[in-house]
Every structure is written in structure tokens, then in C-alpha cells.
């Protein structure tokens, strides 16, 4: 009997073109593993494909709820946005699925996992450091750091050649990666940031800002410990709830990022992510934060999103410190519970008001009436102790000025 690799595949050029290398290089039974994270239009066909070329199993794996559930919630509740622009939805999903990986090689007992990623990008770090920290004893295949194609057209030839399908046209071979949390761009005219994006070729989830409509959209989001639960009053499923907002956020022009971002293995690189569910959740969320954290737990959380941001990036997901920061950010969302009303307008999220059993804010406190918690004398010692320092400095300073 033949030994198995598990082969990531998603039916698009650069896994679709490892099938017929991998049997070609390897004496190995192949098993193609397919996991949806919400990519559900582009599965259509996509078994008889990779059966048609020759594979000897196919897989194809629903994890969208435990995504949401067990990745991108911890996420959002961590407030983790990479260089300032970007959600991390290519980035996340690359955990569930290497553990989803691991766990179907495991079961088939193969001894190695193949994957598509090229030798410049992230995701080849992702996918390895996945199976690394949950099956050591697996073997990794990365044939983008083996093989001799050297590019996108080499890959169409290749499978051209040997008389099989291209999951492609030539003309529109921009560089795709979707899930339920958002879509990415990359390539052809966008490898060069002097270029504006083609917008209105280039989105899938919505329509740029200046296409949007002219009446605005209101919705109301509830929260329970930082968890969104309803949309506008009606309890909605976690992968609902989120394509309601797709719809909601793409049609009125909301998260669309144009980055040229840093890349784990050192160079930058240029792309345009759509995030429009995404961007409206982690808007909201942020708001009831707002109400809700008392200031020193928000700013320290603040830094704690940086540090989760880049371990997401990086790959780290499992690990000690990745899990270390979600148990401090679990603890914090005790009292993110909540209502946020929003209003979306032309690539606008605009805060209308947020309500919470757990608000730290004081009507009583912040109006300028004075009421019973609140006594205006009591800022003259306040002050006096907390600007001493600064008095403290000055009166040095001024004594060396008068020795010279």
C-alpha cells in the first residue's frame, strides 16, 4: 500500500496544478483536502475536479461556525488589526485550517501535508508553524520551494501541457484569497503602489464608496461578553449574522483596505482587502469597549491587540503566548455586553449611541452640574499632588540658573 499526502487544496491554479506534480515526483497516494471558511461559490465542481485529476480522495471540510467561534471571535475581542489596516482574514483562517489539516492526516495516517504556498509569502509560515506546534512528525511538502515554475503563466502552461483544466483565466489572474471574514487582492497591476485600484473590477463583497448609496443605513448590534449575538433586536448565528453585515457593509462602501504591508519573511508587499462585516463587528465592538473598560484595562489592551495582531500575522496562533493573551482578553470581555447603533454611509461607520448594563459612564458625574459624587474642590489637592512633579522639576531647573 502506497503511503498518503494530504494535500491543501482549495481547486484554484496553484493547488490544482500540485496534483499531477505530486504524483508526477512522489510515489504517494494523494488526498485533496478542501475546508470551507466560507468560500462556498467557489467549492461548486470543485470534487469531480480534483478526482478528475487523479487524485484518490477528496475532503471537503465545513468549519465555518467553529472559525467564527473559535478564532475569529477571539479575534475581534482581542480589538488585533495588522499595521493599522488590516483585519487578518487570509491570516486567521490559515490556523483552523492547518488544524483541520493535521487532524484528517492524522486519521488517514498519511506521512506528509503538501501545500501551495510560494517561498515569498506568509502563509507557507502559517501552514508549517500550524502542523509543527500539533503534528512534529509530520512531513511538509512545499513544492514552490522545489520545483522550477517560477510564476503564474508557468503554472497555466504546466497543467496546459498535460491536457487538464485551468481553474483561471489568463486576463483576470489576480491573486484571490476568500473567506467568510473577507477577500484579498493581490497582483498584476496592484505589484506596483503607484497604481490606484481598478475598483470597479477588482471588488467581489461590495461596491467602492463613490457607488454607494445616498441614503445612509442604521443598524443595531447586541454584544454579550464581546461576542456579537443579534442584528437590529433579532438573534442571528454567528455565520449569518456576519454575511448579513457582508451585505450590509459591501453595498454601502464600508472596509476596503488598500496596504502595502510587512511581510514575516521580510519584504513588503501591496494588496486590497475587503473586510466590510468585519470592519462594521470591530467598530461596534470597540465602541461598547469605550463604555465599558476602565481606562487602564483599555490602554493596556490596546497593547495587548498590537502583540496579538502580529501572532496571528506570524503564524503563532498555538502558542503559549498567543493563548496567555486570549485568557487576559477573555478576562476582559466579562462586561462587553451591550447595544451599538451605527450608521453606515459612503465607506463611513458612524457611531449613533451605545448602551450597556456594565457602562462606567456617570451622567450624574460628567454633567457639569455639580452632584453628590463629585465635590469641585477636591481637584485643587488633586492637581497640586499630581502636577508636583513637574513643579518639583522646574524649581531645580531654576536654582541651576541662578548658580550660572
Not at 471558511?37 to 475532503?59: I, N
Not at 478564532?71 to 488585533?80: E, K, L, N, R
Not at 493581490?186 to 463613490?210: F, I, M, Q, R, T
Not at 462602501?253 to 511581510?263: A, S, Y
Request: aromatic share 10%; glycine share 8%.
Amino acid at each position: 500500500m502506497k503511503e498518503k499526502v494530504v494535500l491543501a487544496y482549495s481547486g484554484g491554479l496553484d493547488t490544482s496544478v500540485l496534483i499531477p506534480w505530486l504524483k508526477e515526483n512522489y510515489d504517494y497516494d494523494v488526498i485533496a483536502v478542501c475546508i470551507n471558511v466560507g468560500q462556498d461559490t467557489e467549492l461548486v465542481g470543485l470534487r469531480e475536479r480534483a478526482l478528475k485529476m487523479g487524485v484518490s480522495k477528496v475532503y471537503v471540510e465545513d468549519v465555518k461556525d467553529e472559525f467564527m467561534e473559535e478564532y475569529v471571535f477571539p479575534m475581534i475581542q482581542s480589538g488585533a488589526i495588522y499595521e493599522s489596516k488590516y483585519y487578518l482574514g487570509t491570516s486567521i483562517a490559515r490556523a483552523v485550517i492547518a488544524k483541520t489539516l493535521v487532524k484528517i492526516a492524522l486519521k488517514e495516517k498519511a506521512v506528509a501535508i503538501c501545500h501551495g504556498c510560494t517561498g515569498k509569502g506568509n502563509d507557507q509560515i502559517r501552514f508549517e508553524l500550524g502542523i509543527a506546534a500539533l503534528a512534529p512528525h509530520l512531513k511538509v511538502i512545499a513544492p514552490w520551494r522545489i520545483w522550477d515554475i517560477s510564476s503564474r503563466e508557468e503554472e497555466i502552461a504546466y497543467l496546459e501541457e498535460r491536457g487538464l483544466e485551468v481553474p483561471m483565466k489568463k486576463e483576470d489572474s489576480y491573486s484571490r484569497d476568500r473567506n467568510m471574514w473577507h477577500i484579498s487582492h493581490e497582483g498584476l497591476d496592484l505589484e506596483d503602489p503607484w497604481n490606484a485600484p481598478h475598483y470597479e473590477k477588482l471588488l467581489k463583497l461590495g461596491v467602492s464608496p463613490e457607488q454607494a448609496p445616498d441614503e445612509p443605513t442604521f443598524i443595531t448590534l447586541t454584544f454579550k461578553n464581546g461576542v456579537p449575538t443579534h442584528l437590529n433586536g433579532v438573534e442571528t448565528k454567528p455565520s449569518l449574522l456576519l454575511e448579513k453585515l457582508n451585505e450590509l457593509g459591501g453595498a454601502n462602501g464600508i472596509g476596503i483596505e488598500d496596504i502595502v504591508e510587512n511581510r514575516v519573511v521580510g519584504m513588503k508587499s501591496r494588496g486590497v482587502y475587503e473586510t466590510p462585516g468585519g470592519t462594521i463587528l470591530y467598530k461596534a465592538h470597540d465602541e461598547l469597549e469605550h463604555l465599558t473598560l476602565d481606562r487602564e484595562t483599555y490602554r493596556y489592551k490596546q497593547e495587548v491587540a498590537l502583540q496579538y495582531a502580529d501572532l496571528i500575522y506570524n503564524g503563532k496562533w498555538f502558542t503559549p503566548l498567543r493563548e496567555a493573551l486570549g485568557a487576559f482578553v477573555t478576562s476582559t470581555q466579562k462586561v462587553v455586553t451591550g447595544e451599538v447603533k451605527l450608521k453606515l454611509y459612503k465607506g463611513n461607520i458612524i457611531p449613533q449611541g451605545a448602551s450597556s448594563p456594565y457602562s462606567l459612564y456617570s451622567e450624574n458625574l460628567a454633567s457639569f452640574t455639580t452632584g453628590d459624587l463629585y465635590d469641585h474642590h477636591d481637584a485643587t489637592g488633586f492637581i497640586n499632588l499630581y502636577g508636583l512633579p513637574l513643579k518639583v522639576r522646574a524649581l531645580m531647573e531654576a536654582a541651576h540658573q541662578e548658580d550660572n
